[in-house]
């Protein structure tokens, strides 16, 4: 028998190498995802123990692999002289692994058994009213971010670390800045608006059936752009998306006695799903695919919840198709659902609020989270704290627990820091919509006459399909000419008010 010479394996390169083990991580973290949104959407609730351990044990496994010496080596090689989408991907990676080699491994798999276990807690405290069984889930949640805080580091205060982790470069001065900047026109305008007559929106109101809601919100999302060979669209106490690839993109709803609560949480969902499913296919499971930042990824949920949703617009070529479904409202004119659709009331729930309220939703919480994190508020004390802002800033106060400080996921979940992001990506997209205006034309004449596709395709060339190339501050300047501030917001807010309500 003859015998050839063994072919030696072709050489593989530091870069390789890492993308290999990127994917790596990429499974696992697909993996916690998946699981993440069973967990909110099918998991029947004898699973949460489980459920619990199976994902800090995955998170554990994630963290050890990304904060490996390997990989910390293979960064370090990788960098030298790397160029163009690699480069971009590097500095994503890098600022990554700074972050996660801070934070010790105990730590992340403790943070992600109790957030596991407290998101059950949380959702039967909800219904039950029930604060003080969610309470001490809350205290350690709030003790473990402050851990986490410590280990990143900050300068100035301890909200800096956390602010920064879902909108890079961002800090509490910042989320001051753009509060003090909006605070009080939003309640001038508020109580500018409470002055005048109030819109009846009770024909909305009622037992609607679920599945004509399920048809009709995934038809207007198919319109928008949503691509339903790459996603769907399913039930979930608070709606959210999420994904694992730009093929499989999960988007949630909820359905309730308000027609409204279901069609713009479809829109908004869609808006982060698009975002998602539309960036470059070549960069599909990689550090660069998706969103770059939370502010930004909700600057594109709230375009098409309020800017496109809300509008008149868009009821001209959709309201025939909603009377189809809801054979109650025959007898609606566009003009009359469309003061509806954008009815000002200060109101208890954030994700149920107007558009003129509900950055000041967002601003309460901001000023709870400092507050608990500094020690100037004790978790025991929260409710009566929410109450009271929630009197000071809106008029109103809750009944209970379950419409007060109970009514929001983010803190079952450890996501402290996150809530002013909300309040940013309001404000950006008003932004992005004058940048969009002056390419497009009149935005409303393009919505009415259906097009759509060329506001979409907007999106998709501007912001989707550069991923994470950029840092947030590097893209809004490129997309919008400028970099982030209020002056649109506020400009465009006021005049979309001021002729609805003849301020």
Not at 12 to 26: E, F, I, V, Y
Not at 452 to 461: K, T
Request: aromatic share 10%.
């Amino acid at each position: 028998m003859r015998f050839m010479a063994a072919t030696a394996p072709p050489p593989t390169s530091p870069l390789s190498t890492l993308k290999m083990r990127l994917g790596d991580m990429n499974a696992l973290h697909a993996a916690i995802g998946i699981m993440d949104w069973d967990m909110q959407t099918y998991m029947p609730p004898g699973g949460s123990e489980a459920r619990a351990q199976h994902v800090s044990r995955l998170m554990r496994m994630h963290h050890d692999l990304f904060t490996s010496d390997e990989v910390q080596r293979l960064v370090e090689e990788s960098s030298r002289g790397a160029t163009g989408d690699d480069a971009a991907m590097l500095r994503v990676v890098k600022r990554e692994l700074d972050q996660a080699t801070k934070i010790p491994a105990a730590l992340v798999e403790e943070k992600a058994k109790l957030t596991s276990t407290a998101f059950d807690i949380w959702v039967k405290a909800r219904a039950a009213n029930d604060f003080k069984s969610f309470a001490p889930y809350l205290e350690r949640v709030v003790e473990i971010v402050r851990e986490e805080a410590e280990y990143l580091g900050y300068k100035d205060h301890i909200y800096d670390a956390l602010i920064d982790l879902y909108e890079e470069g961002a800090t509490t001065a910042d989320c001051r800045q753009m509060f003090d900047g909006i605070r009080q026109p939003l309640t001038d305008l508020v109580r500018a608006i409470a002055a005048k007559p109030q819109v009846d929106d009770s024909v909305l109101h009622g037992a609607w059936s679920e599945p004509a809601q399920k048809a009709f919100t995934e038809m207007i999302v198919k319109a928008v752009g949503f691509d339903f060979q790459r996603g769907r669209q399913d039930k979930a106490a608070h709606p959210f998306c999420t994904g694992w690839s730009i093929g499989d993109i999960r988007l949630t709803t909820r359905y309730k006695d308000n027609l409204l609560s279901a069609i713009f949480s479809s829109l908004h969902e869609a808006g982060h799903g698009m975002y998602e499913q539309f960036s470059p296919k070549e960069w599909d499971l990689t550090p660069l695919c998706g969103g770059v930042s939370l502010g930004l990824h909700e600057s594109q949920s709230r375009t098409w919840e309020n800017l496109v949703g809300r509008s008149r617009a868009f009821w001209v070529r959709f309201l025939p198709d909603l009377k189809q479904a809801f054979p109650q409202l025959a007898a609606l004119d566009v003009d009359s659902f469309y003061r509806m659709a954008n009815k000002v009331q200060p109101s208890l729930i954030r994700v149920e609020a107007d558009e003129v309220t509900y950055n000041l939703h967002v601003l309460i919480r901001f000023e709870l989270e400092c507050d608990m994190l500094t020690g100037a508020l004790t978790v025991r004390d929260l409710p009566e704290a929410w109450s009271s802002k929630y009197q000071t800033y809106l008029g109103v106060r809750p009944a209970t627990d379950s419409e007060g400080c109970l009514q929001d996921v983010h803190w079952s979940g450890g996501s402290i820091g996150y809530f002013p992001t909300y309040s940013m990506g309001t404000v950006l997209s008003f932004q992005i919509w004058a940048s969009m205006a002056r390419d497009l034309g009149d935005l409303d004449a393009v919505i009415q006459r259906g097009d759509l596709a060329s506001i979409h395709g907007w999106l998709v060339e501007k912001i989707y399909s550069q991923g994470r190339r950029y840092t947030p501050k590097e893209l809004v300047q490129r997309v919008t000419g400028k970099p982030f501030e209020t002056h649109d917001y506020l400009k465009g807010l006021t005049a979309k008010y001021a002729a609805l309500y003849g301020l």
